[in-house]
């Protein structure tokens, strides 16, 4: 059974910096691509930022700049480290795992920016 666990959100005020974490266990197949999403009230989930599993980013226009994506292929986890944070990146974040067998996602996580 495959497990995808996010960590690190949090309240921060706007300017600030949070670190998202997010690691995948539990198959024998390895991870093709990872990515975060978000999905903030009353909203649709959208694409944050992706990476392949040879370290290709991209990135949503509105986080361009600001978010990097990262990835540990070793340790089956990937990162984003958010900079200049703003009251619209407030959402809840998913993390995501693109297995050969199909996609798997957290449980999400809250990250909350004050102004």
């Known amino acids: 059974q495959v497990q995808v666990v996010e960590s690190g959100g949090g309240l921060v005020q706007a300017g600030g910096s949070l670190r998202l974490s997010c690691g995948a266990s539990?198959?024998?197949?390895?991870?093709?691509?990872m990515g975060w999403y978000r999905q903030a009230p009353g909203k649709q989930r959208e694409l944050v930022a992706r990476?392949?599993?040879?370290?290709?980013?991209n990135y949503a226009d509105s986080v361009k700049g600001r978010f990097t994506i990262s990835r540990d292929n070793v340790k089956n986890t990937v990162y984003l480290q958010m900079n200049s944070l703003k009251p619209e990146d407030t959402a809840i974040y998913y993390c995501?795992?693109?297995?050969?067998?199909?996609?798997?996602w957290g449980q999400g996580i809250q990250v909350t920016v004050s102004s």
């Open positions: 995501n795992a693109v297995y050969v067998t199909g996609d798997y």
């Open positions: 539990g198959s024998i197949f390895r991870i093709n691509a």
């Open positions: 990476i392949t599993r040879s370290g290709s980013p």
